[in-house]
């Protein structure tokens, strides 16, 4: 038996056994692209999402894959390398002639690749929480904005349930990520009537390894007599050390809350997770989620991954949620013609892992519900605060006065990622 997964770079052991039969060539089957960083400073969190595509795809050709054709796989390391993923994507459209494109963490890396995508007319999920300010008719954004994730966490610990906090610790890293959702959130701090002195802002470069004097000046910050909490948009495996040094120096929960976008439960399986029970994430999906529809992902998971003890995370969940709705949206146009599935996934429901129904908004992004999460020792998050409700994902922000005035439909008559408003919905 032949195996169908064309690898472009070395993916490991998973990636070459898995096999399917019947694709004589490539004509015969529909290809999807699997973008993601296998090796350097990201690897800590996209190689589960490598692997999480592998099987969505082989379960969907369990059930006889699409338009009676097999799914095959092409993956790509573009290594952390924010220039080398605008090469790997140009090289999945052109030269593999991929059908859709699974990829990216960083908003970097998504910044590099949107050209090419929009050049190209290609199709890109990206299943990662973000700084939204972005629409684009070729990219659809499974994962949370910030009025998914950064905006309802804030608001959260501001409120008593949350420990009322009034001094605030932003602590990222060096990206347009954490710069510009950092941005919103000053914004939306200033406007709740939070002084500037009792905001403190800190960048970081990625795989950033000497924390000490950062984790001390938290503390100093901490000690003005209000209480003050860690909004962390620290990406990559710069997590392991800052967690570390937050333990090293005695910071708990109680006294110094952290909440992170970017830390969930594959990030955590590799990091002592004792002295940082009760500090926060802030997510649309925990996997420790108590509903059939997770049960039953999980068990199909290891079954497929061979790990008991292999995790699932929120990114991995867009990832099945972008990909059910693709596959939808491909059977319901009848082919795999960029354009027609693009009108396709407008109005895509697919289950969620909470239990509720995703939606695929004219905005191309989702409607989700919000849930906040205290880390436990088994490193395992249990939520403490939940939306009454999916919200829906919103590319403008309400709290940057020119995105405020912005709205994204890419259905007619708009057709646009960035007009204005009419009067009527902006009053």
Request: aromatic content about 10%; glycine content about 8%.
């Amino acid at each position: 038996m032949k195996s169908a997964i064309k690898t472009v770079a070395a993916v490991g052991a998973l990636a070459g056994s898995l096999a399917f039969s019947g694709m004589a060539h490539a004509a015969d089957t529909i290809k999807v692209g699997v973008l993601h960083s296998l090796s350097g400073t990201m690897a800590i969190s996209e190689t589960a999402l490598k692997d999480v595509m592998l099987f969505l795809i082989d379960e969907q050709n369990k059930k006889g894959g699409l338009l009676g054709k097999k799914i095959e796989p092409v993956v790509v390391d573009p290594a952390s390398d924010w220039p080398l993923f605008a090469e790997k994507a140009r090289e999945l459209i052109e030269k593999e002639k991929v059908d859709v494109v699974f990829g990216n963490w960083t908003s970097v890396s998504r910044k590099s690749v949107l050209p090419v995508f929009e050049e190209l007319n290609g199709m890109l999920f990206y299943p990662v929480q973000y700084e939204g300010e972005e629409s684009s008719r070729n990219i659809f954004y499974t994962g949370a904005a910030p009025n998914q994730q950064a905006i309802p966490a804030v608001e959260y610990l501001m409120s008593e349930e949350g420990g009322s906090v009034e001094r605030w610790v932003l602590a990222g890293t060096d990206y347009v990520y954490p710069r510009t959702t950092n941005k919103i959130l000053e914004s939306f701090l200033k406007a709740k009537g939070v002084p500037a002195e009792d905001i403190m802002i800190n960048y970081t470069p990625f795989g950033h390894s000497d924390w000490q004097t950062i984790v001390s000046d938290i503390k100093g910050f901490a000690s003005a007599g209000k209480k003050t909490a860690v909004v962390s948009t620290v990406n990559g495996d710069a997590n392991v050390p800052f967690y570390k040094e937050l333990g090293n120096q005695g910071i708990k929960a109680e006294d110094i809350p952290v909440v992170a976008f970017s830390v969930g439960e594959e990030e955590l399986a590799g990091i002592d997770t004792g002295p940082l029970v009760g500090h926060l994430g802030a997510w649309n999906y925990f996997m420790s989620v108590d509903s059939p529809e997770n049960e039953a992902m999980i068990k199909k998971w290891h079954a497929f991954i061979g790990d008991d003890k292999r995790v699932f995370n929120d990114p991995m969940e867009a990832h099945y949620i972008g990909f059910t709705m693709w596959a939808q949206a491909v059977e319901q146009a009848g082919t795999t013609n960029i354009d027609a599935v693009r009108q396709a996934m407008y109005g895509q429901t697919a289950p969620n892992l909470t239990g509720g129904i995703a939606e695929m908004n004219t905005n191309h992004h989702l409607s989700k519900p919000v849930l906040i999460g205290e880390i436990q020792d088994d490193g395992q998050f249990a939520t403490v605060w939940e939306t009454d409700g999916v919200v829906v994902g919103d590319a403008w922000s309400d709290f940057l006065p020119e995105s405020a005035k912005l709205t994204a439909d890419w259905t007619y008559p708009w057709v646009c990622g960035n007009c204005e408003k009419p009067k009527h919905l902006t009053n």
